[in-house]
């Protein structure tokens, strides 16, 4: 995908791309939207979330607990939620606010998809050309 293509997004859904790529939970878009997308109502932020999921470019996950080979808690996403349940588990406000506690196990968390990767990189000799300058 090049720049234009990028550019081509809208705020709301360079967002979404942002939080992804930040593997932060759901809530944490709230921070990248600009002062007017922060007033949308949360169904117009689920489905503008939605038409990503529906374009392959994004999937929405749950954190799960991972332990690693050392031993160490940590957290990885889970299984795709499928995408029949979404609406219903995006018109939940409580899926947009961060837990009340500090654990983020069974929170929403975005994940980039290949074709998700592809459109929130730049293109080869994009990226060429910005390494020249």
């Known amino acids: ?3 234009q293509d990028w550019d081509n997004l809208s705020h709301v859904e360079q967002c979404f791309f942002i939080n992804a790529m930040e593997m ?4 944490g878009v709230h921070g990248d939207l600009d002062e007017a997308a922060q007033r949308l109502p949360l169904d117009e932020l689920a489905r ?3 038409s990503l999921v529906d374009r392959g470019w994004i ?3 749950r954190y799960e607990r991972w332990i690693s080979d050392e031993g160490l808690a ?3 996403p889970g299984e795709v939620v499928p ?3 979404l609406p219903h588990v995006l018109a939940d406000p409580a899926n947009w606010e961060y837990p009340d506690d500090t654990s983020w196990i069974g929170a929403l968390t975005l994940v980039r998809t290949d ?3 592809a459109v929130s990189r730049l293109s080869p000799e994009e ?3 910005r390494d020249k300058a």
């Open 24 to 27: 932060d939970i759901l809530p």
């Open 74 to 76: 940590g957290l990885t």
């Open 83 to 85: 995408r029949p349940e």
């Open 1 to 3: 995908m090049s720049q």
């Open 127 to 129: 990226a060429a050309e």
């Open 115 to 117: 074709a998700g990767l």
């Open 48 to 50: 503008i979330l939605l």
């Open 59 to 61: 999937e929405v996950r």
